[in-house]
């Protein structure tokens, strides 16, 4: 299945000042992040040209997409713990 949204002036997150970005878009998308692992998802390719915000007045919301690199596990055995650790894509987003 293929879901695609309709972001009306959308921009990667770079490309916003910072001073634009709130602490509720960052809080949204660490959140996010971090549940990836639990959910059993290693998203493996996060970077600045995926992840974009849009508002109809500000920045409101955050939107993390490419998801074809990632892939799946559906239990959390310590290997699977290792993994989501080796990924990082919490820490790589937080340091960003």
């Given amino acids: 299945m ?3 949204e309709y972001l009306p002036g959308a921009m990667t997150l770079k490309a916003v000042p910072h001073n634009l970005i709130t602490d509720n878009v960052i809080k949204s998308l660490v959140s996010t992040v971090a549940s ?3 959910l059993g998802v290693t998203h493996c390719d996060l970077n600045h040209t995926i992840l ?3 508002g ?3 920045i409101n919301c955050s939107v993390i997409v490419d998801f074809g690199g990632s892939f799946t596990h559906e239990d959390e055995s310590d290997k ?3 993994i989501v ?4 894509d919490v ?3 937080k340091i960003q």
Avoid: Y
Avoid at 85 to 88: A, K, S
């Fill in 2 to 4: 293929l879901i695609l």
């Fill in 36 to 38: 990836f692992g639990p």
């Fill in 52 to 54: 974009f915000v849009s």
């Fill in 56 to 58: 109809p007045n500000g």
């Fill in 80 to 82: 699977w713990k290792r």
């Fill in 85 to 88: 650790e080796q990924e990082q």
């Fill in 91 to 93: 820490h790589w987003l």
